[in-house]
């Protein structure tokens, strides 16, 4: 058996609620090997669902299963991969780390995008040994898990939450297309939220379009303009809503409700009012006044 020498670097975000026997598996192959072993944690300072998680407590997770005998230290991530791999260097230097050095990541993640002036192996695990995606059906600790839903949605940066509204017309822009929700008693504009899928607002508001009112064809849109929506479901919430105003014309097709919309109809654009419309969409109604004044 080779005597370990030198030292082991693992470089991961490990962005998980708790090691498992995969983890275990490779950290325990880089130990095998060396006679220093540390980790480096790479961190991101905008949190999202590949960053969830601060680094202290990964570092925590760590600390937990190996003590000291595996330090853990912070990787900030940057927008270069050159100068990440220049800082990761430093950092390393700084820690005057005993013997050969050898850095060990995914390959796609960590070895493909370095490069330092240290070498590198990858340490990826085998398909196959991967768990199965985690479905939350209970916890240890309710307790303990209320806290942490809580920390999370505290802690993460305001959101606001891109939509989309159409508005259309009858060719000659006298009539315009409204629709109404279940246990609502006024009108609004078809459109919702926008798709990690849609490669632009326009194709949102295209897609919104036909998901609520069936079958038709328009013509090119027209960006009317945006603002600020005050959904009810965000009041008092850091978090908020901004659509994207469209106007555009039916050339084909009758529209049909679908998805959560109960009602279309066709109102005179001479008659409507602001009144017609529920809170959330009167500002839509003062933004298309100028727009259909132009019209006709």
Known sequence: ??????????????????????????????????KHTLIFLSTNPAPSDRNPLEWAFRGQMFYEKYGESVPVYEMP???????????????????????????????????????????????????????????????????????GVLYSTLRRYPTVYPTVDIAVFRPGYR??????????????????????????????????????????EVAELTYLGSCRIDDWRYRDSMDTVITHLYACVITDGEPEPNDDIAELRWFEVDKLRATHFVSEHQPLFELLQEFWQEEH
Request: glycine share 8%.
């Open 175 to 216: 009539d315009i297309l409204l629709a109404r929700k279940e246990n609502e008693t006024k009108f609004r504009l078809p459109g919702g939220f926008t798709d990690p899928s849609d490669d632009s607002y326009e194709m949102a508001a295209l897609r919104e379009l036909g998901e609520e009112c069936g079958d038709i």
């Open 77 to 147: 991530d940057l927008p270069d991969d050159r100068i990440w791999s220049q800082e990761l260097d430093r950092r390393i230097m700084a820690l005057r780390p005993e013997g050969e050095v050898i850095l060990y990541g995914s390959r796609e993640d960590f070895v493909d995008r370095y490069s330092g002036r240290f070498q590198t192996a990858a340490l990826d695990a085998p398909e196959g040994d991967l768990p199965e995606d985690i479905v939350v059906e209970g916890a240890a600790s309710p307790r303990d898990f209320r806290a």
């Open 1 to 34: 058996m080779t005597t370990p020498s030198g030292t082991g670097i693992i470089i991961g975000r490990f962005q998980v609620f708790e090691l498992n026997a995969v983890h275990d598996q490779l950290i325990e192959s880089v130990r095998q090997k060396h």
